[in-house]
């Protein structure tokens, strides 16, 4: 069918996909209560009546000074954010260098034609299958916890973590794996299922640290975010070049053994958080931020709901006295 039909399957399915993403509901908190004001203003016609989003600074200057250096300053300044993009920049270079590896190993060693390689990737589909079936076998029991009020669902750390603490170790067999496997008297089918546990390990480790960062950072989860992703996407570019040097220089089973130990030194990552997330978030100033903001948030409803009950307290006697 030639290259170029490559990338018109690829337009197919992301044009099918598209009337979708104006389906998904609304979920940002501040823009769900700006919308809220403004349905209120044209019910009663109160100008008075705005949201808290309304009433920042959403200037030119504020744009470029403040939201848009805000994923520099939390990668710089943030442990979390920072450790969180070396272990998914980590695992997101991995990815990309196997599609030199495979060829090495399926081409060089088996003798495969380019055709079956490209089928030795099925096994890592699979594994994100299984991971997403995982998934949302866990966010079941996590919905189950925090309806009968367990106490480990109230930390950040717990409700996500787990499943990376799964994952990453996971990966790490991944590599060995096929490192240690992708010899001519082994079977092809054995390495190519090395897949599994990969993208297994994979896509768990993904789920579960992008979740940290948004339980993490609330508010500020998009910019979070934005650090996540652009530190991912350059070493999506950048460790591929590096990978046919090293796997000439070092060997497929060594090559991969290297790959292998970076990522089990990552993995220790979403153990750390478990372990000391209440003081990393307690030194952040973000977090700080929005630790206040909630317990003056809290104090107000407090207040408001004191001042409702006196208010309905005086009507009442005012009835009886009528009465």
């Not at 609304?26 to 823009?31: I, L, M, W």
Request: with cysteine.
């Amino acid at each position: 069918m030639g290259w170029r039909w490559v990338f018109w399957i690829g337009l197919i399915i992301a044009g099918s996909s598209l009337p979708f993403l104006f389906a998904l509901p609304e979920t940002y908190g501040p823009v769900l209560l700006a919308k809220r004001a403004a349905r209120l203003r044209k019910i009663t016609g109160d100008d008075t009546i705005v949201a808290p989003m309304e009433l920042e600074d959403r200037s030119w200057k504020q744009l470029a000074t403040i939201t848009l250096t805000r994923p520099i300053r939390m990668i710089c300044f943030e442990l979390i954010v920072l450790a969180t993009c070396l272990y998914l920049s980590l695992a997101y270079g991995i990815f990309y260098m196997y599609f030199t590896a495979y060829p090495l190993v399926f081409e060089g060693i088996y003798h495969l034609s380019s055709g079956a390689c490209g089928l030795m990737f099925l096994p890592i589909g699979i594994g994100a299958i299984f991971a997403s079936m995982f998934f949302l076998w866990y966010d079941g029991y996590l919905l189950k916890a925090q309806a009968r009020g367990a106490a480990w669902t109230r930390k950040e750390e717990s409700r996500r973590l787990p499943l990376a603490c799964i994952g990453g170790p996971c990966y790490v067999v991944a590599l060995l794996w096929l490192g240690w496997t992708s010899r001519e008297s082994i079977h092809f089918l054995v390495p190519a299922f090395a897949g599994v546990p990969f993208g297994f390990g994979f896509i768990l480790i993904f789920i579960a640290l992008l979740n940290y960062l948004t339980d993490a950072y609330q508010i500020f989860a998009a910019s979070s975010m934005a650090a996540a992703s652009c530190c991912r996407s350059i070493a999506g570019v950048v460790l591929p070049f590096a990978a046919a040097p090293m796997y000439r220089d070092l060997g497929i089973n060594w090559g991969s053994s290297l790959l292998a130990f970076l990522s089990l030194g990552m993995c220790a990552v979403p153990f750390c958080f478990m372990w000391k997330g209440d003081s990393l978030r307690e030194g952040s100033k973000f977090c700080t931020y929005l630790r206040e903001k909630q317990e003056k948030e809290e104090l107000e409803r407090k207040q408001n709901a004191e001042l409702r009950s006196g208010q309905l307290s005086a009507a009442d006697a005012d009835v009886e006295k009528k009465a």
